[in-house]
């Protein structure tokens, strides 16, 4: 076992180096072939290594492997030296561009309209605004179970709520470091997340507050992308990433503790099963796909899964199946298989992969791969050449939540992804015209003063 989990380890490094080699060629991390692969060297190698002890397939690693290098391989069609180029003369316009008055209004309509649509919602649900503020876990807890036994109220309050929260975060990344102020900056990350935070609390729905960080670090990377600084992380960043990560831990321990943890009295108990909870949400996928996946060509598995014949897509668009009238129905979770591993690892999460694979087999979804690189790769290219690009923008900040989410399933599931990006899309096309006809250009004196703020947000 320890040969199969080193060499799992060794196959995990190398998506890494494949990264690696990208950014020495392209001269930046902050390229899709490059966060694509350090969010698999992540999603990989962190729960391999921490979880040394639980057994598994080394191919289904280098399977993983093989896919993103195929995504890798879908740049090098294109000429990066004269996109780079291009994209340099943009830095005097980033400011003016994503830190208007009409980026905010419509930051601050989403952030207060998905807020009001979380307590609608929540009406809907039989949950009283008094029970939300005054009997928080045990209504978290009556959401929890109607999510899953498939009982709760569909209601157009609950898409919204969820749309508006991307789209406000989305466009917090954008005015984040437009904002002269630490106070100012402060607020725009408050309010940023404060519907997906608000859900993860009162609806144990963590996923849609880690799709948030994922848009908002999207929306920030596309204003440093503009200004010309094609750096992931600024220096000096440890001590605010330290303080938010020790936030985000406290909010998703309070979502796991609404499962039913909050009337116990054994402490121990609690502890071990929330270790159990943050063992299984954050590394239980890659576990569970090697198990499948050894199943799935032959090889010794753990447990027995269902077969399926081929579904040509339907596992990784699911929303345009149903928009084109199919009928099949998914148990919450996506999958009824449950992969568990002693009391440590509980998980029915098995990575975008085996959705591809049932929707286009093995060699389908290398593919798969290969098509989605090259497509991605072609609208970063526009992004970069063009001035003010509009519809590339929006394909980049969503390819980060295409990326975050593929350690679970396919993003392109869902409903909301395609609503919110259609209307970020529309938000962007507006704010392009708007700057064309100088309605809401910034006085000189502003532009000096958010230039300031922006060479200091950006020093790197």
Same mark, same amino acid.
């Given at each position: 076992?320890?040969?199969?989990?080193?060499?799992?380890?060794?196959?995990?490094?190398?998506?890494?180096?494949?990264?690696?080699?990208?950014?020495?060629?392209?001269?930046?991390?902050?390229?899709?072939?490059?966060?694509?692969?350090?969010?698999?060297?992540?999603?990989?190698?962190?729960?391999?290594?921490?979880?040394?002890?639980?057994?598994?397939?080394?191919?289904?690693?280098?399977?993983?492997?093989?896919?993103?290098?195929?995504?890798?391989? $879908?740049?090098?069609?294109?000429?990066?030296?004269?996109?780079?180029?291009?994209?340099?003369?943009?830095?005097?316009?980033?400011?003016?561009?994503?830190?208007?008055?009409?980026?905010?209004?419509?930051?601050?309509?989403?952030?207060?309209?998905?807020?009001?649509?979380?307590?609608? !919602?929540?009406?809907?649900?039989?949950?009283?605004?008094?029970?939300?503020?005054?009997?928080?876990?045990?209504?978290?807890?009556?959401?929890?179970?109607?999510?899953?036994?498939?009982?709760? !109220?569909?209601?157009?309050?609950?898409?919204?709520?969820?749309?508006?929260?991307?789209?406000?975060?989305?466009?917090?990344?954008?005015?984040?470091?437009?904002?002269?102020?630490?106070?100012?900056?402060?607020?725009?990350?408050?309010?940023?997340?404060?519907?997906?935070?608000?859900?993860?609390?009162?609806?144990?729905?963590?996923?849609?507050?880690?799709?948030?960080?994922?848009?908002?670090?999207?929306?920030?990377?596309?204003?440093?992308?503009?200004? $010309?600084?094609?750096?992931?992380?600024?220096? $000096?960043?440890?001590?605010?990433?330290?303080?938010?990560?020790?936030?985000?831990?406290?909010?998703?321990?309070?979502?796991?503790?609404?499962?039913? #943890?909050?009337?116990?009295?054994? /402490?121990?108990?609690?502890?071990?099963?929330?270790?159990?909870?943050?063992?299984?949400?954050?590394?239980?996928?890659?576990?569970?796909?090697?198990?499948?996946?050894?199943?799935?060509? $032959?090889?010794?598995?753990?447990?027995?899964?269902?077969?399926?014949?081929?579904?040509?897509?339907?596992?990784?668009?699911?929303?345009?199946?149903?928009?084109?009238?199919?009928?099949?129905?998914?148990?919450?979770?996506?999958?009824?298989?449950?992969?568990?591993?002693?009391?440590?690892?509980? /998980?029915?999460?098995?990575?975008?992969?085996?959705?591809?694979?049932?929707?286009?087999?093995?060699?389908?979804?290398?593919?798969?791969?290969?098509?989605?690189?090259? #497509?991605?790769?072609? /609208?970063?290219?526009?992004?970069?050449?063009?001035?003010?690009?509009?519809?590339?923008?929006?394909?980049?900040?969503?390819?980060?939540?295409?990326?975050?989410?593929?350690?679970?399933?396919?993003?392109?599931?869902?409903?909301?992804?395609?609503?919110?990006?259609?209307?970020?899309?529309?938000?962007?096309?507006?704010?392009?015209?708007?700057?064309?006809?100088?309605?809401?250009?910034?006085?000189?004196?502003?532009?000096?003063?958010?230039?300031?703020?922006?060479?200091?947000?950006?020093?790197?």
């Amino acid at each position: 076992m320890a040969f199969d989990k080193c060499l799992a380890l060794v196959f995990s490094l190398m998506i890494l180096g494949q990264a690696y080699l990208v950014r020495r060629y392209v001269g930046t991390w902050l390229f899709p072939a490059c966060l694509f692969g350090l969010f698999w060297f992540a999603y990989t190698f962190f729960p391999l290594a921490a979880l040394f002890r639980v057994p598994v397939q080394p191919y289904a690693i280098a399977f993983i492997f093989l896919c993103t290098v195929a995504f890798s391989m $879908g740049s090098v069609p294109f000429h990066w030296k004269t996109a780079f180029a291009k994209n340099a003369g943009k830095n005097e316009t980033a400011a003016s561009v994503y830190g208007n008055t009409f980026l905010k209004a419509v930051f601050y309509l989403s952030t207060l309209s998905s807020l009001v649509f979380l307590i609608l !919602n929540s009406f809907a649900q039989g949950i009283s605004l008094h029970d939300l503020a005054f009997n928080l876990y045990a209504s978290a807890a009556t959401y929890t179970a109607m999510r899953s036994s498939d009982t709760i !109220n569909i209601n157009i309050f609950g898409q919204l709520s969820i749309v508006c929260a991307y789209l406000g975060v989305i466009l917090g990344g954008f005015l984040l470091p437009c904002m002269p102020t630490k106070a100012g900056r402060r607020l725009i990350v408050v309010l940023s997340f404060l519907p997906s935070i608000t859900a993860t609390i009162t609806q144990s729905n963590k996923g849609i507050l880690f799709l948030c960080i994922a848009f908002f670090y999207g929306g920030l990377l596309v204003y440093r992308a503009s200004a $010309g600084t094609l750096r992931l992380f600024e220096r $000096g960043s440890i001590k605010s990433l330290t303080l938010y990560m020790a936030i985000l831990i406290v909010v998703v321990a309070i979502s796991f503790i609404s499962r039913g #943890l909050y009337g116990l009295d054994d /402490t121990a108990f609690v502890i071990n099963k929330l270790m159990a909870y943050f063992s299984s949400y954050s590394f239980g996928h890659i576990y569970a796909f090697s198990d499948w996946f050894a199943f799935i060509v $032959g090889g010794h598995s753990e447990f027995t899964y269902t077969h399926e014949s081929s579904t040509y897509g339907f596992y990784t668009f699911t929303a345009l199946f149903r928009l084109m009238g199919s009928h099949k129905t998914l148990p919450p979770g996506t999958f009824d298989d449950y992969y568990s591993y002693g009391y440590s690892l509980t /998980t029915n999460i098995y990575t975008i992969f085996r959705g591809l694979i049932l929707d286009f087999g093995c060699i389908g979804c290398v593919l798969f791969m290969l098509v989605t690189g090259f #497509l991605l790769h072609l /609208t970063f290219h526009t992004m970069l050449r063009n001035r003010r690009p509009v519809f590339t923008i929006a394909v980049f900040v969503f390819m980060m939540g295409y990326f975050y989410s593929s350690f679970m399933i396919s993003v392109l599931m869902w409903n909301s992804f395609y609503v919110t990006f259609v209307l970020l899309w529309i938000v962007l096309r507006i704010n392009k015209l708007i700057m064309q006809t100088g309605g809401l250009r910034l006085v000189p004196s502003e532009l000096r003063t958010r230039a300031a703020t922006r060479s200091r947000f950006l020093r790197a």
